[in-house]
């Protein structure tokens, strides 16, 4: 983790709540001098076709997702150390370890953001999973 992240960036790790249970941190608190960045739910839409891709695989999915929310949040300036919070919808928890297995791969710093994991009736184009995430633009 830089030091820039680390004057915007403090994450909360306390023995009075629950440890995390997977690849995020408890809580982040964001410096009041932090510009915001704001990504939507991504699905598994390539980019090149702008087709719904993946459709009964998850791990690839959630791959493709990964690999869009990167772009977006490169294009907002900013990189995944930058990312403050993450939601997962998924449209059934039974997939909750596959996610969690591609989702480690790209937060495998020190610097894992926040996150909630929610189980949704259903997702756009039948997508298994959608992640949408915020951070802050490094100054």
Not at 13 to 21: G, H, W
Not at 30 to 43: P, R
Not at 78 to 103: A, T
């Amino acid at each position: 983790m830089s030091e820039n992240t680390e004057q915007i960036l403090q994450t909360i790790n306390t023995q009075n709540a629950p440890k995390a249970i997977g690849p995020y941190s408890q809580a982040k608190v964001v410096s009041e001098k932090a510009k915001l960045f704001y990504i939507s739910g991504c699905i598994s839409i390539d980019p090149q076709t702008n087709q719904f891709v993946l459709k009964d695989d998850v791990i690839g999915q959630t791959e493709q997702v990964m690999k869009n929310l990167c772009a977006l949040v490169e294009a907002a300036g900013s990189n995944l150390d930058h990312v403050v919070k993450c939601n997962i919808y998924l449209d059934d928890m039974n997939n909750f370890q596959k996610v969690n297995d591609v989702y480690a791969k790209y937060f495998n710093g020190e610097n894992k953001p926040a996150r909630a994991c929610i189980a949704v009736k259903g997702l756009p184009a039948g997508a298994k999973v959608e992640i949408e995430c915020n951070g802050v633009v490094p100054q």
